[in-house]
């Protein structure tokens, strides 16, 4: 079939048109897609092994052998602030408290950090088989209501129950099980666990738009609860002591330059407060 003169210029002008687009929508693409590559992410770390000593963790970018956080004597049941991070590759590492930085790792592991995430990486586990394990923290919110888990990191107990008043938010967690997210009402609410032979409870002030998590700790014959708060108000809470929001952290925090820096005030504003009795 033979085309007009003016069909054919009709025709080169409509393919130059796609042609133009589709790179227009590739350059957008591979601007979003470099922009994705180059976001903020954020790590959290933990000490939750029960009969596992104090100890250092330290963060690396993947293939820089100086640490970027360095927190000192980590104890049982303690949570590091957030930290930002570009997104990228990461390694954590732990040593025994008071080893040198030169000394091999007692445990490694690695992170994918994605941009607009969260992570918390624990050590978890009895000292026989402590692990590192990346645990991804939710930042999706639901508007008039609180998000809460469980991290059940009572060795002791391992069939436990925890509930937020009326809400059951896991039923016989084992030993380093880690709940889904699950709704509950914003307000005062009581949280119990409720081991085998054991038992606990706190009483927290829980904000909407809010997401917590609960970690069901040994306590010297009974069960601790403490809870942190992951994000508040679609913002990660990615400063200030992170430890349970009912009690000051206790031994030491990090700065960026990986200095021993021990805590002297309360929690900053952005954490739940417990409720005195």
């Not at 957030?82 to 080893?99: D, F, L, P, Q």
């Not at 645990?135 to 809460?148: E, G, V």
């Not at 606990?200 to 040994?218: E, H, K, M, N, W």
């Amino acid at each position: 079939m033979k085309l007009s003169r003016k069909g054919a210029w009709v025709t080169r002008l409509i393919t130059c048109c796609a042609l133009a687009l589709g790179l227009a929508g590739a350059l957008a693409a591979g601007a979003s897609a470099a922009s994705a590559a180059t976001g903020t992410g954020y790590i959290r770390l933990a000490h939750l092994s029960p009969n596992t000593p104090p100890v250092d963790v330290y963060l690396y970018s993947f293939g820089n052998p100086s640490a970027m956080v360095v927190l000192h004597h980590v104890a049982y049941g303690e949570v590091s602030p957030y930290e930002a991070v570009s997104s990228g590759e990461y390694t954590v590492a732990m040593r025994a408290a008071g080893a040198a930085a030169s000394a091999k790792p007692v445990l490694s592991t690695t992170v994918d950090v994605v941009s607009g995430h969260a992570y918390t990486v624990a050590g978890m586990g009895p000292l026989a088989g402590i692990r590192l394990q990346v645990i991804d923290d939710s930042l999706a919110m639901t508007q008039n209501a609180a998000l809460a888990r469980v991290i059940q990191a009572s060795m002791h107990q391992t069939d436990v129950t925890v509930t937020a008043g009326s809400k059951i938010l896991g039923r016989h967690l084992n030993f380093t099980t880690v709940t889904r997210y699950r709704s509950v009402h914003a307000g005062t609410v009581t949280v119990h666990a409720v081991g085998t032979t054991e038992h606990g409870s706190a009483q927290f002030r829980l904000a909407p738009d809010t997401i917590y998590t609960f970690v069901v700790l040994d306590n010297s014959g009974e069960l601790k609860v403490d809870a942190l708060v992951d994000s508040a108000g679609s913002k990660i809470v990615a400063t200030g002591a992170a430890a349970a929001v009912d009690r000051r952290r206790r031994g030491g925090t990090a700065d960026r330059r990986g200095r021993d820096h021990r805590a002297a005030a309360p929690p900053p504003p952005g954490h739940a407060r417990a409720v005195t009795p």
